[in-house]
């Protein structure tokens, strides 16, 4: 049973324009969430993080948001890039264990 | 620094053949970990090693098994190669088990598997 499911498997956003990525999980434990973004032929790479004390952290173009009540996070990139085209996984753990990942949103910058 | 490095990058096996695959990491990490990635199923895992000389099975572990050779290495063998095991591997590794901010899993490229 997906413990962490990203429900749009894909997303078009326009250049300069503001990308929001959405991610629901279930265990209610989960206290730390990531998100990784991941190019063709190659790993995942850590993106940003967030732990469940805080409901915002944000890096640069990219903010994450958790509002653990709905059990929801969603990742905001703004202004969106071409090179920001990838796949984006969110993922979660609970007291320093394994992480679970979501299936992933591919993600399109259109120039 | 090369990371997380995979051999081989590309495999195709028949049903009921053997491998494994492997991995070393030169970030001087105590924990690894296995991964398979499926179309519309996301990033699974597979099994994992907390610190050299443990391992423990992930969420999807039938089928294979593991062997953390030393602190660099971690193996993922196939005994007797599925075509439910077509999929994309992917080792990583953290200096510690559930790695928070930065110190996250760090991945590296990939392994693409086929079974016929």
């Given at each position: 049973d997906q413990q962490v499911k990203q429900n749009s498997p894909s997303l078009s956003v326009q250049e300069g324009r503001i990308s929001i990525l959405n991610c629901d999980y279930?265990?209610?434990?989960?206290?730390y969430f990531l998100w990784y973004k991941k190019y063709p032929a190659e790993g995942p790479t850590f993106l940003i993080s967030i732990s469940s004390i805080k409901d915002k952290n944000e890096d640069g173009r990219f903010t994450v948001f958790l509002n653990k009540s709905a059990k929801h996070l969603s990742l905001h990139i703004v202004p969106s890039q071409p090179g920001d085209s990838a796949v984006y996984f969110c993922a979660a753990s609970e007291a320093g264990n394994q992480f679970y990942f979501g299936t992933g949103t591919s993600l399109t910058v259109i120039p | 620094n090369a990371g997380v490095t995979q051999t081989p990058k590309f495999q195709v096996l028949k049903t009921g053949q053997s491998m494994t695959l492997q991995c070393a990491q030169d970030m001087n990490h105590n924990s690894m970990y296995w991964y398979r990635q499926d179309p519309g199923m996301g990033l699974r895992l597979i099994y994992y090693s907390a610190s050299e000389g443990t391992t423990d099975k992930g969420e999807v572990p039938n089928g294979y098994n593991v062997s953390r050779l030393n602190k660099r290495e971690f193996s993922l063998r196939l005994e007797s190669a599925a075509p439910s095991q077509t999929s994309v591997y992917f080792c990583a590794s953290s200096e510690?088990?559930?790695?928070?901010?930065?110190d996250t899993q760090y991945f590296g490229p990939g392994t693409r598997l086929t079974v016929l």
């Amino acid at each position: 049973d997906q413990q962490v499911k990203q429900n749009s498997p894909s997303l078009s956003v326009q250049e300069g324009r503001i990308s929001i990525l959405n991610c629901d999980y279930t265990n209610s434990m989960f206290d730390y969430f990531l998100w990784y973004k991941k190019y063709p032929a190659e790993g995942p790479t850590f993106l940003i993080s967030i732990s469940s004390i805080k409901d915002k952290n944000e890096d640069g173009r990219f903010t994450v948001f958790l509002n653990k009540s709905a059990k929801h996070l969603s990742l905001h990139i703004v202004p969106s890039q071409p090179g920001d085209s990838a796949v984006y996984f969110c993922a979660a753990s609970e007291a320093g264990n394994q992480f679970y990942f979501g299936t992933g949103t591919s993600l399109t910058v259109i120039p | 620094n090369a990371g997380v490095t995979q051999t081989p990058k590309f495999q195709v096996l028949k049903t009921g053949q053997s491998m494994t695959l492997q991995c070393a990491q030169d970030m001087n990490h105590n924990s690894m970990y296995w991964y398979r990635q499926d179309p519309g199923m996301g990033l699974r895992l597979i099994y994992y090693s907390a610190s050299e000389g443990t391992t423990d099975k992930g969420e999807v572990p039938n089928g294979y098994n593991v062997s953390r050779l030393n602190k660099r290495e971690f193996s993922l063998r196939l005994e007797s190669a599925a075509p439910s095991q077509t999929s994309v591997y992917f080792c990583a590794s953290s200096e510690f088990l559930g790695g928070r901010g930065k110190d996250t899993q760090y991945f590296g490229p990939g392994t693409r598997l086929t079974v016929l």
